[in-house]
């Protein structure tokens, strides 16, 4: 059976970027297609300044947040990263597999550490060696399919590099996994900032939608998204990116195609009400599970500590096969 790995990092509160991104279709489809496994990539949120307590608090959120949307415990798994140590002994060979040039040409890493240091901060090594972990999170389960924005392609080939690379140096022990992306919403952008995608972690959240917003505040920050001084609206991504990325919103949350949905519209004033209120109307189920779910507090311990179980079980023997193929001693 097809394996799926995906995760959501508890670096902020969840987005409708994560929501139509990549939420939304893991419980809609990839659930029930195929043996999925869904992660609340924690140990990840430590690769930047963090606060414990914060950090404690939003993995719970986001694991309550991926139960909220959907993603039922009976047919996947739904765990906590930090909770199975086998991803930071994968991660380990997976440093010793990648080159250090390698980690430095994620884009990824070039723009967070580019944040870091225009604020005074120091980047932390784990900032650099972040890709090692996500490909170990990934390799550990035999994955073949990782849906996933498209903000994540380049770390999910670089999966597949050192999935190849181990492979012909050790002997077939990963599968090798390949990035899946939605149709529409591969990359919402910030409404704010129509050329960059809607990030969790964006100290300036007026064009961030999250997940749980009130209804109130999502219709304000989508009236006052940034579109241009055309009087009209039209589907054109490059010279038009704000109106684009209002269409694509528009066409991932009520249906359609941008292109065709632009017809229908003659101001961006008539445009941003549908969408606005196209967003609540997505979000609204989500939220009212959300309140009932973070009302008991112990069912969601019960599904992470039954789905780190789980996740052990799975990962285990791969983790152990690939330790005795690099040459360490077998653990047992
Ligand atoms: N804007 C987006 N549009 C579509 N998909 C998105 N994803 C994230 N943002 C968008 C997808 O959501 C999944 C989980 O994302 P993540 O937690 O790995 O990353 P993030 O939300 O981008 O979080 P960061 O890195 O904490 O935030 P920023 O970017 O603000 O620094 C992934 O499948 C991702 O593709």
Redesign the pocket.
Known sequence: RTRIF???????H?????Y????RRWAAEDQHRADALFCV?DL??LT?EHDPARVRRLSRQAATLLLASGLDPEICTVFVQSQVDEHLRLSYLMECTASDGEMRRMI?YKE?AAAVQARGGSVRLSLLTYPALMAADILAYGTHEV??????AQHVELTRDLAVRFNQRYGATFVVPKAVH?PV??????LQEPTS??????ARSAGVVYVLDEPEAVRKKVMRAVTDSEPDVSYEPEPRPGVANLLEVLAACAGGEPRRLAEEYDSCGALKKDVAEAVVETLRPVRERHAELAADPGCVDAVLRAGAERARGLARPRVDAAFEAVGLRPMR
């Open positions: 995906s995760g959501v990092q508890p670096t902020g969840l987005t409708l970027g994560n139509l991104g990549a939420m990539v990840h949120a930047v990824q967070k849906p996933v924005g498209d903000d994540q939605p919403a591969a990359r919402v952008k910030d995608k809607m990030g969790k972690s964006h």
